[in-house]
């Protein structure tokens, strides 16, 4: 249930970029596959500019981007699946470049912990909600009558003075 709503805020608070393309993306000119536009944003849309922060390569409109959405072309032009062009540009700019950090060794804190704090978070809420609405540890009830009957015999008393 936790993922679920960890998922669905995600996709719901994400930072979003829309690109818009024409209905027929050019191709680009190349000896052994014929690639469009839309071959490369597939790719690039896995991909983050390694000099901005938070923004996708394809939306990025830097010259270098350009340049590295080019390398994509070429790449996917001579038959290179997209994990080896992933795997290719980790290689030049680190794994920032893919926008999440990879489940392995001291990185899965950055997984695990949202988790572990929002459930932390709701036990914590949780027990303070039962300690709030939880039984008294006094018993009002029964110290009530005693502080009133001592109010109305001082109240008596008064009243007899001014008869």
């Not at 999440?100 to 060794?105: H, I, K, Q, V, Y």
């Not at 804190?109 to 709701?122: C, Q, S, T």
Request: proline share 7%.
């Amino acid at each position: 249930m936790l993922l679920l709503v960890s998922v669905v805020w995600a996709a719901l608070f994400s930072p979003r970029v829309v690109v818009a393309q024409a209905d027929n993306p050019a191709p680009t000119a190349t000896a052994n596959h014929a690639v469009t536009s839309n071959d490369v944003k597939d790719v690039a849309d896995e991909l983050w500019c390694p000099l901005c922060s938070g923004v996708r390569l394809d939306a990025c409109e830097l010259k270098a981007c350009e340049q590295m959405r080019d390398v994509i072309a070429e790449k996917l032009a001579a038959g290179e699946p997209k994990d080896e062009i992933k795997n290719y540009f980790v290689a030049q700019y680190g794994p920032q470049v893919m926008g999440e950090p990879p489940m392995e060794g001291f990185n899965w804190l950055a997984w695990i912990l949202p988790v572990v704090a929002l459930i932390g978070g709701g036990v914590f809420v949780w027990q303070r909600m039962r300690k709030m609405v939880g039984a008294p540890t006094e018993d009002i009830a029964s110290s009530t009558p005693d502080a009133t009957d001592e109010y109305q015999a001082r109240l008596q008393e008064e009243l007899k003075h001014y008869d």
